[in-house]
Nanobody
Framework: QVQLVESGGGLVQPGGSLRLACAAS????????MAWYRQAPGKQRELVAR???????NYADSVKDRFTISRDNAKNTVYLQMNSLKPEDTAVYYC???????WGQGTQVTVSS
């Protein structure tokens, strides 16, 4: 059974940082493309960052140079390091795998003073 469990969300001030983690079970994060999506209230879910099996990455224009996606194969976990956070980054962040399109349950990120 595939499970993706996100953690690390919370409330942070503008300009602050957070690191999200997605712990996977039932699949290998090194053998599947993994991604972070986010959904803000009243908006569609959007791709934030993706890491491919070979290690290449891509990012939404809105987060380039601020967010970094990475993975730890030994821990079977994918991370999203988020720096210089802005109020418009406020959303529920979801982990996703290309393996049959499984989703995690999401973690709330709120950027506010």
């Amino acid at each position: 059974q595939v499970q993706l469990v996100e953690s690390g969300g919370g409330l942070v001030q503008p300009g602050g940082s957070l690191r999200l983690a997605c712990a996977a079970s039932g699949i290998s994060v090194s053998l599947n493309a993994m991604a972070w999506y986010r959904q803000a209230p009243g908006k569609q879910r959007e791709l934030v960052a993706r890491i491919f099996t070979g290690g290449s990455t891509n990012y939404a224009d809105s987060v380039k140079d601020r967010f970094t996606i990475s993975r730890d194969n030994a821990k079977n976990t994918v991370y999203l390091q988020m720096n210089s956070l802005k109020p418009e980054d406020t959303a529920v962040y979801y982990c996703h795998t290309s393996y049959r399109g499984y989703w995690g349950q999401g973690t709330q990120v709120t950027v506010s003073s």
